[in-house]
């Protein structure tokens, strides 16, 4: 290993550690570790200059890392946690990730918006918020300008929603677990809906973050689906450019070798192999490495750049979640689940 990787990769895990220490201070938890991490690291970017000390380890750990994080975040997934919950929240959760994507979509299109963009926007609020944004960026390529922004609207979003929801749910006069079922299939962040359901009852706190959890599960069609995507649309470029499909095709190009990994570790969680302990200790590490390479995305991250991208991708945010989440509550109150 480099060397001079080091200063870099130890900046990140400082700046991670002070988001995590900030995290647990606060006396609701409201504000995730990763997103004070890419907030911080982008704060600091001014300090950064291209060619200092700090440039490759910030570099390898906004990429490196984070595909370690991914394919450590596949030990804590268990499969068979979609059929305890998802005879409830399966119905409804059918409706809004169809919606998600096919709503992103067209989103996208209408207000101009890059692909890239569009899909992560589209994931954090189809699945779970930040996590779904860093599992399905390396797949796509995305810039770290496009993870910073679309964290940072999913960050806006759910402020809002902590503020407004549990008055909405009282207003509606949903049950608790009328509420934990709204809540769980339609807020983004884990922490988010962990805060609004909470604030609600202890009863549609615990329900809605059962209801979160089979929805996380989620992420794995949605990065295999992604990567077939990014498969196609590779040789797709490849034969406008004269190549052949086999070249464009190439195994190593075809499947990244992380999602492979993510995908084995959840198959092998899922039957049973890896420990209750061994499974909660590898979910610590990925999300502390998750939290690292947020923080050096953030170190990347120019507030120019985000002002650049617009106003667009935050209307596409919010629009996007304001369509699912009245998605959401039509189906419950459709199917009686209120």
């Not at 779970?128 to 979003?157: H, M, N, Q, R």
């Not at 992380?258 to 979910?283: E, Q, R």
């Amino acid at each position: 290993m480099n060397k001079t990787i080091f200063p870099g990769i130890g900046l990140v895990i400082g700046i991670a550690l002070i988001g995590r220490y900030i995290e647990k201070i606060l006396p609701i938890h409201i504000v995730s570790a990763s997103v004070m991490a890419l907030f911080i690291g982008m704060s600091l970017n001014r300090f950064i200059k291209k060619g200092d000390v700090f440039e490759k380890g910030i570099a390898f750990s906004s990429k490196k890392l984070l595909k370690l994080a991914i394919i450590l975040l596949g030990a804590s997934l268990n499969i068979s946690i979609i059929l305890e919950v998802g005879k409830i929240s399966g119905i409804v959760l059918a409706f809004t990730l169809s919606t998600c994507f096919g709503g992103g979509y067209l989103l996208g299109k209408i207000l101009g918006i890059n692909w890239k963009l569009s899909s992560l926007l589209s994931a954090s609020t189809a699945i779970c918020g930040g996590t779904a944004i860093v599992s399905v960026a390396p797949i796509l390529e995305a810039k770290d300008v496009d993870i910073a922004y679309s964290l940072t609207a999913t960050f806006l979003f759910d402020m809002i929603m902590i503020l407004i929801f549990p008055l909405l749910g009282r207003l509606l006069d949903l049950s608790d677990v009328g509420f934990g079922l709204w809540s769980g299939t339609s807020i983004g962040d884990t922490s988010s809906v962990v805060a609004i359901a909470y604030g609600f009852s202890e009863k549609a706190g615990d329900f809605a973050t059962m209801v979160k959890l089979t929805r996380t599960l989620f992420i794995i069609p949605t990065v295999i689906a992604f990567t077939i995507i990014s498969i196609k649309n590779k040789n797709l470029n490849s034969n406008r450019h004269g190549e052949s499909d086999l070249e464009g095709a190439r195994l190593k190009s075809v499947i990244p070798w992380f999602i492979l990994g993510f995908v084995a570790l959840a198959m092998i969680n899922s039957l049973g192999f890896i420990p209750l302990s061994v499974s909660k200790t590898l979910k610590d590490i990925s999300k502390f490495l998750m939290i690292s390479a947020l923080a050096a995305i953030g170190l990347s991250t120019n507030l120019g750049d985000l002002r650049k991208a617009g106003i667009e991708p935050l209307l596409h945010k919010l629009i996007l979640s304001d369509i699912v989440i009245l998605v959401s509550l039509m189906v419950i109150q459709f199917f009686g689940l209120n």
